[in-house]
């Protein structure tokens, strides 16, 4: 603790992670998804750990940037849906406290009064995307894509998607990427408004150091309060339908369809 009594920052290795990479490089912090073997779907613990690093980033004053990415060929595929099998499927009770965890990885993250990229490395679905849509800017390999599943699966896009895509990309476009569930390439989502650049793989990090550089450059109180300004549509949407969210989808993990759509999907995948 600090001597005014707010959790001083620690290194990285203190923290002792499992699940994301944690580095600090000032003026940037890079936080990264750690579970290539299953394309970086995120668990309870994850999301606990996402939320660590992003407190820990907003309180370090040499921190100026927060970088969000994904180790291996994913950026993040969302919820783990063998962890919601073993788990959460007919158990609202558990789901109801992971959506929590999941809620406040969303809110540390749009609230760490720092700019945020997504540096998306990778394929990036589900709450993978409402995550880097929860970043102010993000920057994707164009050879990769932007998908919703949740009406395939069992569960509803409301961690993000239905409240922030129309915001994004448009109230048709909306419908269609959550409604039609088919994959949205690089360059369509750099022309939507879903990310502002598509670059090729060898041009990536460059982007990201260009883009960081830029960003740090910035007046940090005066970055801080301009978010705050930006995020109003965004919070608006969220703070009045993540809650009533998170209860009915605790609720639907008691019922038939999602069992039955998430047993399919792991059998399929072997």
């Known amino acids: 603790m600090t001597e005014l009594g707010y959790p001083a920052p620690r290194t990285p290795e203190e923290l002792g992670f499992e699940r994301i990479v ?15 073997e299953r394309l970086n779907a995120f668990d309870f613990q994850m999301l606990r750990e996402l939320a ?13 940037v927060v970088v969000l990415t994904g180790a291996g060929r994913a950026f993040c595929v969302g919820a783990d849906l063998k962890s919601w099998a073993d788990e959460y499927l007919g158990k609202p009770d558990e789901y109801w406290k992971w ?15 720092k700019p945020t990229l997504a540096r998306i490395n990778g394929v990036c679905v589900g709450g993978g995307n409402e995550l880097q849509m929860a970043c102010d800017l993000a920057v994707m390999v164009d050879d990769t894509f932007i998908r919703h599943v949740g009406p395939e699966h069992g569960s509803v ?3 993000g998607a239905t409240q922030w895509l129309a915001l994004f990309v448009g ?7 959550v409604l039609m569930c088919e994959p949205i390439d690089a360059k369509t989502c750099e022309e939507w408004g879903l990310v502002n650049w598509a670059v090729p793989a060898a041009e990536l990090d460059a982007k990201v150091d260009a883009v960081v550089e830029n960003l740090a ?24 339908t993540i809650n009533h969210a998170r209860d009915w989808l605790a609720l639907s993990m008691a019922t038939e369809e999602p069992q039955e759509a998430v047993r399919r999907f792991l059998d399929k995948r072997g």
């Open 22 to 36: 944690y580095e600090k490089a000032p003026p940037r912090a890079t936080i990264t998804f750690n579970r290539p």
């Open 52 to 64: 660590r690093a992003c407190e820990d980033a907003s309180w370090d004053g040499e921190i100026r």
């Open 99 to 113: 959506f929590g965890a999941f809620k406040d990885a969303h809110d540390r993250l749009r609230e760490i009064g």
């Open 157 to 159: 896009p409301a961690g």
């Open 171 to 177: 109230e048709r476009r909306a419908r269609e990427i």
């Open 217 to 240: 450059r910035k007046l940090p109180q005066t970055t801080r309060y301009a978010k705050q300004h930006l995020n109003f549509w965004k919070d608006l949407a969220w703070h009045e």
